[in-house]
Every structure is written in C-alpha cells, then in structure tokens.
C-alpha cells in the first residue's frame, strides 16, 4: 500500500536528533514548506529489479528551500508556484545520491545554486536487468561535483560541471550525443571506471587523469588518448 503525504506551505514540520523522517516502499513526501525536516531511511529497490519498490520525495515549494544530502531513490524539483531556479540550493556538505530517477520542473529563470555540493548518481549494481541510469539536463542546472557509482549512467542532455566530475570503479558513464563542459581547475575529471565519449564530447580546461582503462577524452583545443 503507497502513502503520500504532504507537509504544505503554512505548517513547517521540524525534527530534533535522534528523529527523522523515513519515506517508506512506493510512498511519496512532498514539502511545500521552506523548511525541510531531517529525512533518514528513504526506500529503495526490493534486491531483484532495480525499478521496484521506491520512494518518492517532491521538492515542491512556494520559496527558497535546500535539498537536502540524503540518499534518495526517487527524487523530483517541481515548480507549481513559477517561482526562480535560485530559489533552490543543493546542500553544500554531505551528498544528495539519485538511486533511481531524479526529475526536475521548469523554471524561467535564474539558476540552481549548487556551490560547495556533490551530487551522486549510485544506481545499484545489479546483476539481473541491469539498469541504465539517466542523468538530466537543463539550462539552469550546473552540477558542482557529480560522481557516478554503480553500474552504467548517460547524460540526458548538455551537461556542465564546475567542480570535479568522478567515475568510480564499478561504473561507467557515456555521453551519447551530448557535450560535457568541465570548467573545474586542477583534476576536473577523474576516472576509475569508464568514460565513453563520443566525437567533440568534453571542453573546457586541460583534463588531467589516470584512468584505470584506456579511453579517450577531447578538449577545446585537441583529441588524446590515454592509456
């Protein structure tokens, strides 16, 4: 049995340590309010099929609210009121993780604030129907540090990162069609699985890396390949 529940706009629910929030198997939490009580267990696959059994939480407010680091599976930024994309923050410590789908509104202007945040796409990696995991896109979404884990991800869409990008061991990320901009300094890209680009694919600044496969990256300036 699915059980929605929704804490609106005029009544804020807050927790105090130990208390949390749990969203259980296929029951969704909606916040319309600013403030966003301390989520703990948020349910996940049912250990066969990757796509069974999750939980939905729905940012949906009126004003300013941060999502918080937790472990998602299903996660979704609505935008019913036609409020500004900065009106959303990622949480700056922890790691929001996306096991599952993560969705976003529309917004007509501004931008995600995401300065300081890692935002996760960790999948689980299983073995029977494996699942392809998407990462979306759009105009007012510049990912921080994005880090992919478990299984395979692809990009949706053109995708900017302005921190670190990190493709972890048992993973494996493909562009499809879609560009990559890294404007990161230092390290922008780090790879210990796989990174599949196609033809241009990456730009912004020099890609530094040890990669624990030979792959092939592009900058704005010229094509390597690193084995």
Partial sequence: TSTNFTIPSGFALTTTSPVVVDVKTNATLTI???????????????????CDSYSTVIYDGSGNQTIQAANYSNLTINNSSSRSANTITFASSGSIGVAHTFTIGTFSSGSFVTTGSTFVYNSPNIIVNPYIQDIPSCSYLNYYNLETQNGTKRLNGNTTVTNVLTIDLISSLALQTNNLTLSGSGTPLVVNGLFSPSTPSVSGTTINYTPAVSTVYYSSASSTTVA
Avoid: A, E, M
């Fill in 32 to 50: 319309d309010n600013s403030t966003v009580p301390t989520l703990g267990h948020l349910s996940q696959y049912n250990g066969t099929n990757c």
